[in-house]
């Protein structure tokens, strides 16, 4: 076969990129709805077939509708915030901005997920794993953008709470010492997914130019010599 | 509008699911043939839209042709196979199998990608990972399973070499002190995609049944009750 015969159809790939480029990072628009079992089963095979380092597939998904649990998650979110609003003493205008911001929909969500990863799986040997043992807990995350997508796809948003205590994440859901929490994601239908990534609408923080984060043979090099020099040209119309 | 209503269309739907179940790791079916630019920059920029913790995009990609750098990151994977391989000296029987793998195509494949993470990039106060460091890390790990994923969908096989040493590739690509290796990728266009994870496929370890990676409520409950009997009996059924 020729090169590039295994390419998906164009219609095919519209569908991945435009998960890819609609994909949100939701706290904001989530509505009163449950997600049939079906969609979620969906959701998690895609997370469930990322690639995992020596196949080790290290990670658990645990699903959370419990009220109770749910209302102690948000109280760990808000200690959090408040420690973090504290960091921001000396610069208030950014204090400010940052108290305004909507950070998380743990109690308005239909489904909080905890993602999480076991080192021990398959192991003590874990193949690739050896010498970087740091590529374990990336497999997780991984399966996390998996989920992420697939979510997209089936019109179900999904917002990463990283402002949260692993302590009272592993004690809340019961996890084991020698698992790690990896991410707190709240899954709803919405009302919309905002054209543009929050942050960046809010003006926190501008969308970087693609040619800022492609380096060429050595990290940090953004001049490009004759082998790039297409590339970099393309790099820099976008 | 109604729930749902932000669901892609079925084709853009099928075309996301593609990519994520016919994604492989590949080390073994490169082709001789460049990547054109125009597909080089859809898998960057793919890559560049993933999730990032504050909106930080910490990522950089560092583009690799060069021989002579990929000849050193070679020999860097050699000693660390190596040691891997030692590792194994209790085990005849998988330290045999583990020999017989390929498990690299950093010479073979049209262009090597070292992904890395600068955790000082709009800091130092990076919003939402004031409370989990590692949440920086995370997102890098997002961005390459998007350009792993776009990748696919244009017919271009992607191999994470893990086998590495971080402080090889620090010296070979300049990367900077404050600055962490994630990633090093081979891509190229290939003769096929297996069916099935070359790992499984060698009998090395078996993809695990999505049940016993869902839990319920908490970690490591996997009898559902009541509220959950739907989705369980669908989890045991696929």
């Given at each position: 076969?020729?090169?590039?015969?295994?390419?998906?159809?164009?219609?095919?790939?519209?569908?991945?990129?435009?998960?890819?480029?609609?994909?949100?990072?939701?706290?904001?628009?989530?509505?009163?709805?449950?997600?049939?079992?079906?969609?979620?089963?969906?959701?998690?095979?895609?997370?469930?077939?990322?690639?995992?380092?020596?196949?080790?597939?290290?990670?658990?998904?645990?699903?959370?509708?419990?009220?109770?649990?749910?209302?102690?998650?948000?109280?760990?979110?808000?200690?959090?915030?408040?420690?973090?609003?504290?960091?921001?003493?000396?610069?208030?205008?950014?204090?400010?901005?940052?108290?305004?911001?909507?950070?998380?929909?743990?109690?308005?969500?239909?489904?909080?997920?905890?993602?999480?990863?076991?080192?021990?799986?398959?192991?003590?040997?874990?193949?690739?794993?050896?010498?970087?043992?740091?590529?374990?807990?990336?497999?997780?995350?991984?399966?996390?953008?998996?989920?992420?997508?697939?979510?997209?796809?089936?019109?179900?948003?999904?917002?990463?709470?990283?402002?949260?205590?692993?302590?009272?994440?592993?004690?809340?859901?019961?996890?084991?010492?020698?698992?790690?929490?990896?991410?707190?994601?709240?899954?709803?239908?919405?009302?919309?997914?905002?054209?543009?990534?929050?942050l960046e609408r809010a003006g926190?923080?501008?969308?970087?130019?693609?040619?800022?984060?492609?380096?060429?043979?050595?990290?940090?090099?953004?001049?490009?010599?004759?082998?790039?020099?297409?590339?970099?040209?393309?790099?820099?119309?976008?």
């Amino acid at each position: 076969m020729a090169a590039g015969d295994y390419a998906l159809s164009n219609s095919e790939k519209d569908g991945l990129y435009k998960a890819i480029f609609s994909r949100r990072d939701v706290r904001s628009h989530f509505i009163q709805k449950e997600i049939p079992d079906d969609v979620l089963l969906r959701i998690l095979n895609a997370a469930h077939h990322a690639p995992s380092v020596g196949f080790s597939q290290p990670w658990n998904f645990v699903l959370v509708k419990d009220r109770s649990t749910r209302q102690q998650v948000k109280e760990s979110f808000e200690r959090e915030r408040e420690r973090s609003i504290k960091m921001l003493e000396g610069d208030r205008e950014k204090q400010e901005r940052y108290s305004k911001l909507k950070l998380e929909g743990i109690l308005e969500s239909a489904l909080n997920v905890c993602v999480t990863y076991d080192p021990t799986r398959f192991g003590p040997f874990v193949l690739g794993r050896t010498s970087i043992e740091d590529t374990g807990v990336y497999s997780v995350c991984c399966a996390i953008q998996n989920l992420w997508l697939a979510a997209r796809a089936e019109g179900v948003g999904v917002g990463w709470v990283s402002i949260l205590s692993n302590e009272d994440l592993e004690r809340l859901l019961e996890i084991p010492a020698h698992v790690k929490p990896v991410a707190y994601l709240c899954l709803g239908y919405v009302e919309e997914f905002a054209k543009k990534p929050d942050l960046e609408r809010a003006g926190w923080l501008p969308r970087m130019g693609l040619s800022e984060v492609v380096c060429y043979e050595k990290w940090g090099r953004h001049e490009s010599d004759d082998k790039w020099s297409g590339l970099a040209s393309s790099l820099n119309n976008i």
